[in-house]
């Protein structure tokens, strides 16, 4: 145990840029040649990411973190990509519903029958044991799945993100130009089980001098997800905002897209709201 643990010490020290020349290069030699090792350090990553968005980290860790996580775009981006990530688990909590079934109620009557007081004790814990493990998985299950989504749905949309093209496993949808947002008729986006990416693509008639704010909400105006700072890509002497998001996010039902213009002081415009519709063909 002392070795993982002095493992998982220096793996942090490297992370945050605490270790001296000789063990830095001994370390990233091991990242290299060894893959279990890579993810060892990339796993001490996120955790250490996670502190940092959840405020826990000592004022020496967060001094050391500051310094080496904003010393190049890369890692300025790994710190704006966990921000984000927190940001969307925090309002996408997922609600674990107790299941309620006649033959379990069945089950409990029998189970408390029994007189003994310290069997019912003895029973009542393992049961609330049960639940709350049972909870606790599917709550991990259900937000690591949302992390990943959120994280292939940032990186879709890096400003230097490949725009994709239109194929199988690609559906791209152009919608009313900027300038004329929130007017004409619902656009529908039909997907098949091959489809990994939607793609939404809308006219600007600025040319990218702005930069914008997305919003996705479902049919109940519940947030799917934001995106901010979205710029503008010149494709085919056009001025287009591609949107592109994880087919897997979006069920076939009504959505309501939100597009906001940044202005100079950093706040952002009343939205324009465009209907999506998403339908799902076998």
Do not use: C
Not at 41 to 65: D, M
Not at 85 to 103: D, E, F, G, I, T
Request: a neutral charge; glycine letters at 4%.
């Amino acid at each position: 145990m002392k070795d993982i643990e002095r493992e998982r010490l220096l793996i942090r020290q490297y992370l945050l840029g605490e270790l001296d020349e000789h063990e830095q290069e001994q370390l990233e030699q091991r990242v290299i040649t060894n893959p279990d090792y890579k993810e060892q350090v990339l796993i001490a990553e996120e955790e250490l990411l996670e502190e940092f968005v959840n405020g826990t980290l000592s004022p020496r860790e967060l001094e050391s973190f500051t310094r080496m996580y904003s010393s190049s775009p890369a890692q300025r981006r790994k710190v704006k990509i966990a921000q984000a990530l927190n940001r969307y688990a925090s309002a996408h909590k997922p609600v674990v519903q107790p299941m309620a079934h006649r033959s379990w109620a069945r089950s409990l009557i029998e189970l408390f029958s029994v007189k003994s007081r310290f069997h019912q004790l003895s029973l009542a814990a393992f049961i609330l044991v049960l639940a709350i493990g049972g909870s606790v998985l599917v709550y991990y299950l259900i937000s690591r799945g949302w992390r990943a989504d959120y994280y292939a749905l940032v990186q879709l949309n890096q400003s230097t993100s490949e725009i994709l093209q239109p194929n199988s496993s690609v559906v791209s949808v152009s919608l009313p130009p900027l300038l004329f947002r929130g007017t004409g008729e619902p656009t529908t986006v039909t997907t098949t089980k091959q489809i990994q990416t939607v793609q939404l693509r809308l006219p600007d008639p600025a040319n990218g001098t702005y930069s914008f704010r997305a919003v996705l909400k479902d049919r109940e105006e519940t947030e799917v997800f934001t995106l901010e700072d979205l710029r503008a890509r010149q494709i085919d002497q056009q001025w287009v905002l591609v949107l592109q998001i994880p087919a897997r996010m979006l069920k076939p039902q009504n959505y309501q897209l939100e597009i906001s213009e940044k202005r100079a002081d950093g706040t952002y415009e009343a939205p324009s709201t465009y209907a999506v519709n998403v339908r799902e063909t076998p």
